[in-house]
């Protein structure tokens, strides 16, 4: 018996996915726990048009990422710190302030725990942080110490 997924159940397949189960599994279990309904053909199309909203919902999505991508590697970002006589920054620079710093130079509201920085950023100059934007897709931002 085929059957539409409503949510995802183990060992067995994720929300909005048509599997093959045998009938009893599917009538005592799936159907009356309401992890399934039964593949109808008015059940199929509403899957089809489910899957296609998903999929422009997607496709804007992905636009607008690459759009803020393509803002944030216009141009390094500045970030102000105080420092002592040798040029060493008082503290660190941490994932916040850059997330401030884009907020204020870029326009972009990026949450801090999505940017991480390789190494601790203790002097005045040019460094690189990654920015994850969920699915696999990152980007490197470039970001520039200097002297307030």
Request: charged residues 30%.
């Amino acid at each position: 018996m085929q059957v539409i997924l409503i949510q995802d159940v183990d060992n067995l397949g994720g929300a909005n996915e048509l599997v093959t189960v045998k009938n009893g599994y599917a009538r005592n279990y799936l159907i009356p726990q309401k992890f399934a309904v039964e593949a109808s053909p008015s059940n199929l199309k509403q899957l089809n048009e489910k899957l296609k909203v998903k999929k422009k919902k997607e496709d804007k999505m992905l636009a607008e990422i690459n759009q803020v991508i393509a803002k944030l590697q216009e141009g390094a970002i500045k970030l102000g710190a105080k420092t002592g006589t040798s040029g060493k920054i008082f503290g660190s620079i941490t994932a916040l302030q850059i997330s401030r710093a884009i907020r204020e130079q870029k326009g972009y509201e990026i949450d801090r725990r999505k940017i991480s920085i390789p190494d601790d950023v203790k002097e005045l100059g040019q460094y690189k942080a990654s920015v994850d934007f969920g699915n696999g897709i990152t980007t490197e931002l470039d970001f520039e110490v200097v002297a307030e």
